[in-house]
């Protein structure tokens, strides 16, 4: 009797040990199944970051024409004054008299995107500057999306560096001050990624802060910054 009860005991240890190394197993294989399934979908998400960089390319030299290129030129360092180097800067984009009166972000923005504009049909300079504005927008977000991916961990810090340059290329232009603008208008852009794309912009070189000043001031204030979300 003594032997049975021994017995049972035996087999319902054995049962437990068995019923325990079946969970490890099964736990082993979950923990594998979503480490590979993580690096998948961090595989998945650079190919996106680059297949983005790649339309933009094939959008800046797709054709001979095109004045997109002229978004990585930047006038020469004595080029100072603030109002000269936006000109410079939206002539190169053929841009017509209602595009050069602007004085600032709000303006420009009128002068190819407000109602007016639409009234007629838009002047070869206007098209040209609308076409700009939708590139730079899409840089802006591929920036954007590094970003967020370097805060969810696909990238490194260091690789962060590489796409922000994005914004060292172009420079304060007129266009890339205004999409900054309406990004923010919008609040489609977070804190973290407003403050060093603003960082950048400001340490890239020294007449920089003083184009900023003058067309988008706002952007150099506290404000800027805190009526942004935080997603940290």
């Known amino acids: 009797m003594r032997f049975g009860k021994h017995l049972e005991s035996y087999f319902a ?16 294989f979950t923990v594998e199944a979503i480490r590979e399934n993580t690096k998948s979908n961090l595989t998945a998400s650079r190919s996106q970051l680059y297949e983005s960089e ?33 000109q410079v800067r939206l002539k190169a984009l053929a841009a017509d008299a209602s595009i050069l009166q602007a004085r ?24 040209q ?17 590094a970003q967020d991916y370097k805060d969810g ?35 489609y852009m977070s804190r973290e990624f407003a403050a060093a794309i603003r960082q950048r912009l ?3 070189a020294p007449r920089n802060r003083a184009i900023i000043e003058y067309f988008y001031p706002a952007m150099l204030t506290p404000q800027f910054l805190t009526t942004l979300p935080d997603y940290r």
């Open 13 to 28: 240890a054995y049962v437990k040990g068995a019923e325990i190394a079946l969970i490890a197993v099964g736990l082993f």
């Open 54 to 86: 790649g339309t933009v390319n094939v959008r800046e030299f797709g054709t001979a024409a095109s004045s997109l290129q002229s978004i990585y030129a930047h006038p020469p360092d004595s080029t100072v004054n603030p109002e000269e180097y936006c």
């Open 104 to 127: 600032n972000v709000a303006e420009l923005y009128e002068a190819f995107e407000g109602l007016p504009s639409y009234h007629d049909k838009p002047s070869p300079g206007i098209v």
């Open 129 to 145: 500057v609308r076409e700009a504005y939708i590139h730079l927008s899409s840089i802006f977000g591929l920036m954007h999306s």
């Open 153 to 187: 961990g696909v990238l490194s810090a260091d690789e962060l560096k590489t796409w922000l340059a994005y914004s060292s290329d172009i420079g304060p232009h007129p266009l890339l001050l205004v999409t900054v603008w309406n990004w923010h208008e919008a609040g």
């Open 202 to 204: 400001i340490d890239d």
